[in-house]
């Protein structure tokens, strides 16, 4: 101990890097913890989908545990057990669509094979291998180019890759397995049992659909557009000092970096309206629901947020000595960010909700009148005293790119209005009584409907055994 | 035949249906055949591709027809073709990404599984399958959940996929199969041949490597938006009417649609930029290059698209009776385009034929000057006439958002110099003499280096046994 203490000076090198070395080792660990906390707590649907995965493999594995189910199919529960590995997707439609994928792919492969095995035993002993080389080769090369087809690679290109695997094992495992057709139908029926065992798993506990994500990715996006407009309107006219802006200039940072993320979302949206195709009516969702019109929207949105990228750079672009002239330009930039902004909002409760946008037209009228006041503002400027250039170009740049907003705004509300019409989101209050509404107001009279009555919107909301959530309620 | 033509009136309609299919189908055939040739011109390393499979399952099916090589390994054979199929992708990046993770992957969860199911004997025979099945759960589900790790997801997805797989195979069957170890074996050597034909064919015959296509990416899209400016500077100033403005309009398609593209690019990027980490050293990319700095590249590259989609709309703003102010005004703008342009066509050729830039920040500072000169006449404006607000806004806009672009440019250019850094790119002669261009003079003098003067640039480009491009000749 003491000659510990005596060493201490000297060896204090060497000894800090061994207690460095757990103190590193916990510091991972607790970084390790903290990261599989927060993954889990962005979305806890993860943490259900891992146990699906592991439940499922539990229950195909009892094709080797059970003796009867084992002299069944003997090795053939393997493939079970790579069905289930493979083809379990975190989305029920990416699930979907990689077993019928597979199912069908190993179907017509499994036959083909059969066939180009059967003309390879007329060729003769020493002609087999030949032709058969020949066939997988050929088969594999125009196979592996379809995958280049965007049309092919978008559905299909699971299908096609487990084609080419069939159709090479069949023929080629062929030419010495002679029971190739009881192999065949073992080898189907537990691909069959283990694709069976993820989509009744996948739909039936916890089911994520991607349908449901790309709506709310849709209603997301809008939404992160609209706070950084309304957070844009406060935060650009604050030289003025008023109060409500200081508040606001806090949150800064996040509504900042919301709408950077939209620009970024093409890839997401692309793949989930891709496996929302597979997916059986769900929830809210029919069996048609116009999936494509979520992408349309989602350029159009990714429109905006450019615009919003090109407009951030001028949030903290105030005049030092603000004349009236430019307090009103400032003041109408904000009325038509700000009108813009509850536009937007509108149109993502209305996604949100499936209803069809109510409050949209008259924000859009409003920033419209702001913008026309502004131009003439500037038609009459010539009138006026001098303007000094320098110090009221922000703001004439913010209110240009404002009026691309608008425009911007106008062609999203049309593509969402596009939507509702397709996808009969409700109509409200004020239209005129269609036939869903005679039976919502139906059952309204059996009791199962709260009518919420709306002060901006003047709608009727409908919610239904808690499926439907009410955007008033966050107002 | 007189019958058909008496009925033909009656029955035109079905007879047009009758002729209508094979025409139909026809059309069909030809659009299909146009779309693979289109498919195949538009990268021919595609059909190469394709190719390459087709003979790397060709190969390996060689275990099924010899009867050497058939005997040795039986029916685990079925390995190495499944391991082609799945794991043969188009870069070589993603080849041996995939082939590392599931050659690693699979010993580890083999050597895993055969532990399982040696603890599992312990318990004895009532306790195994209960053991086994409590630890196949476990492990299914923590690795699906460590799949959600974006470190992860990002490189080792695919063996954690693997790992899931094999463990659960090999402990699992295991339960019946008693020849474990010698079955491992098999396996695994067959997955190793399997691997390592998809891995010599992918590098040695027509590879296709991830790195080089992100670099030509990275050079591709900043072109793209220099295409952009260039164009823009013309095209903004046709209203004076002069001609190589009318010549240039003629393209405005194609330039206004190249820019869209590089807002998307960043999946690709990314996907570029993994498999691109697992790639050796080739051409002239060492082991060691720095892929990140591309997409810090790219996203700086990407944010410039987004100010030059806001520019997009004023592309055709032309002021009726341009006055004198505003024609000023117009000139700097086009000023400012043209020389940020020909800055981003200098850092993309610099990326291209990897040699330091050199002319580009002569043009920042051309356009910086151009830019200070428009803030002056701003400045100095009030003592001029007064200006007409509504004409010249959309020059001022245009000019606001140019700025921003310089912004942006300056920073490219640094992200590219620390690129050029980091990789090493060649200097430029302008330069001190650095050991590597030592030894490129002696190269020269050995006679394999022929040297190219660039009249704008005064640089001495290498060209080595015609593997670096010089852009000396598009010029």
């Known amino acids: 101990m003491e000659m510990d203490s005596s060493n201490q000076d000297k060896s204090s090198g060497s000894f800090s890097c061994i207690t460095a070395i757990p103190g590193k080792f916990k510091a991972k660990v607790v970084e390790f913890t903290e990261k599989t906390k927060k993954i889990g707590q962005d979305d806890p649907r993860r943490i259900a989908h891992s146990a699906k995965v592991g439940l499922a493999l539990t229950l195909v594995s009892f094709f080797y545990y059970f003796r009867p189910l084992y002299d069944g199919f003997g090795q053939a529960g393997m493939w079970a057990i790579l069905t289930v590995v493979v083809v379990f997707e975190y989305t029920v439609g990416a699930t979907l669509s990689k077993c019928l994928n597979r199912g069908f792919a190993t179907l017509l492969a499994g036959a083909l ?6 003309l390879a035993t007329l060729c003769g002993e020493k002609g087999e291998p030949v032709l058969l080389g020949i066939l997988v080769f050929l088969l594999a090369t125009t196979s592996t180019f379809m995958r280049f087809f965007p049309s092919v690679k978008r559905r299909y290109d699971y299908g096609v890759l487990i084609f080419i695997l069939t ?13 190739i057709i009881q192999l065949a139908h073992q080898r189907l029926s537990t691909i069959l049992i283990g694709a069976a065992t993820c989509i009744v798993i996948s739909i039936f506990i916890c089911p994520v659909w991607a349908g449901q994500d790309l709506h709310n990715l849709a209603s997301a996006n809008i939404e992160k557009l ?24 806090k949150d800064v940072k996040s509504f900042l970096q919301g709408y950077k993320t939209v620009l970024n979302a093409k890839a997401t949206e692309e793949s989930l ?26 350029v159009l949105v ?37 009108e813009s902004g509850k536009a937007l909002k509108d149109l993502a409760a209305a996604i949100k909700n499936m209803v069809h946008p109510c409050a949209t037209d008259t924000h859009i009228k409003n920033s419209i009148a702001a913008a026309n006041e502004l131009k003439s503002i500037l038609e009459s400027s010539s009138s006026l005293a001098k303007p000094d250039l320098q110090e009221i170009m922000p703001a004439l740049v913010v209110a240009s790119i404002l009026i ?16 509702s019409g397709k ?41 239904i055994h808690g499926t439907c959530e009410d955007n008033s309620s966050k107002k």
Chains 1, 2 share one sequence.
């Open 404 to 419: 691309d907003i608008i425009k911007c705004i106008e062609k999203i509300s049309e593509s969402i209005h596009e939507l």
């Open 167 to 179: 159709f090479s094992l069949v023929a080629v495992s062929g030419y010495r397995v002679n029971q």
């Open 302 to 338: 990714r429109e905006c947020a450019c615009y919003i990228e090109a407009l951030s750079g001028y949030i903290n672009s105030k005049p030092q000595v603000p004349s009236e002239f430019s307090i009103k330009i400032h003041q109408l930039c904000v009325k038509i960010s700000l």
């Open 226 to 249: 609209a706070t950084f407009l309304q957070g844009f309107g406060d935060e650009f006219f604050s030289f003025l000092g008023d109060e409500c802006s200081v508040v606001a200039s």
């Open 273 to 298: 309206a891709n496996f929302a195709w597979w997916e059986p009516c769900h929830g809210r969702f029919k069996f048609h629901h116009p999936w494509k019109q979520y992408l349309k929207i989602g």
């Open 113 to 118: 094979g059969i066939g180009a095995e059967y």
């Open 423 to 463: 996808a009969h989101f409700k109509n409200n209050a004020n239209s005129t009584i269609t036939p869903e509404k005679q039976q919502q107001k139906q059952l309204l009279h059996r009791g199962i409907v709260k009518p919420i009555n709306d002060a901006n919107c003047d709608r009727v909301a409908i919610e």
